[in-house]
């Protein structure tokens, strides 16, 4: 069975950090591009950072540069998403999605398997 499971959320202060896990089940994430999505309360769902299942390039929206790393751990089928400096801006539902496109992106509509998402709550 093909599947994605986010972990890692949690509640964190201002400034702190999380590390939000994307492991995937039923196939080889290393042969798919990965993105992280979120959506806040009322707000529509955002593109946050994608890799590139080619060459590992990687994007970031303009609001997580220089605080958010992805990464990949093919011997843990897992992707990673190094959250840090969070900011209450930042609090959502985070989400990984997977894809056999080579570059997707952050275009929710090119991702064919989502995961069920992890609440991540930045509050002092």
């Known amino acids: 069975q093909v599947q994605v499971v986010e972990s890692g959320g949690g509640l964190v202060q201002p400034g702190g950090s999380l590390r939000l896990s994307c492991a995937a089940s039923?196939?080889?994430?290393?042969?798919?591009?990965v993105g992280w999505f979120r959506q806040a309360p009322g707000k529509e769902r955002e593109g946050v950072s994608c890799i590139s299942s080619v060459d590992g390039s990687t994007y970031y929206v303009d609001s997580v540069k220089g605080r958010f790393t992805i990464s990949r751990d093919n011997a843990k089928n897992t992707v990673y998403l190094q959250m840090n400096n969070l900011k209450s801006e930042d609090t959502a539902v985070y989400y990984c999605?997977?894809?056999?496109?080579?570059?997707?992106?952050?275009?929710?509509?090119?991702?064919?398997?989502w995961g069920q998402g992890t609440q991540v709550t930045v509050s002092s």
């Open positions: 999605a997977t894809t056999i496109a080579p570059y997707a992106g952050v275009v929710g509509e090119r991702y064919e398997y």
């Open positions: 039923g196939f080889t994430l290393e042969y798919y591009s």
